[in-house]
Nanobody, 119 residues
Framework: QVQLVESGGGLVQPGGSLRISCAAS????????MGWYRQAPGKQRELVAT???????NYADSVKGRFTISRDNAKKTVYLQMNSLKPEDTAVYYC?????????????WGQGTQVTVSS
């Protein structure tokens, strides 16, 4: 059974930092592309960042220079380090795992972790 379990969300002040994690089980983690997506109230789910099995990364323009995605294949975990957080970063953040050749939408999803940026 495949499971993606996110953790580390919470409330942070504008300008602050937060690191969220996603622990995977039930998949051969090292061959999967991993990603973080987010969904704010009333908005569609959007890409935040992805990392390929080879370590290549891609970021949404809105988070470039502020967020960093990384992975630890030994721990089967993907991370999202978020710095200089803004209120508009408030959303539920979802972890995604997609095998090579599979669209993320057809991959596996975690249950989400809430990130709230507010003073």
């Amino acid at each position: 059974q495949v499971q993606l379990v996110e953790s580390g969300g919470g409330l942070v002040q504008p300008g602050g930092s937060l690191r969220i994690s996603c622990a995977a089980s039930g998949i051969f983690f090292r061959i999967y592309g991993m990603g973080w997506y987010r969904q704010a109230p009333g908005k569609q789910r959007e890409l935040v960042a992805t990392i390929t099995s080879g370590g290549g990364t891609n970021y949404a323009d809105s988070v470039k220079g502020r967020f960093t995605i990384s992975r630890d294949n030994a721990k089967k975990t993907v991370y999202l380090q978020m710095n200089s957080l803004k209120p508009e970063d408030t959303a539920v953040y979802y972890c995604n795992a997609a095998a090579s050749g599979t669209r993320p939408v057809d991959g596996y999803w975690g249950q989400g972790t809430q990130v709230t940026v507010s003073s």
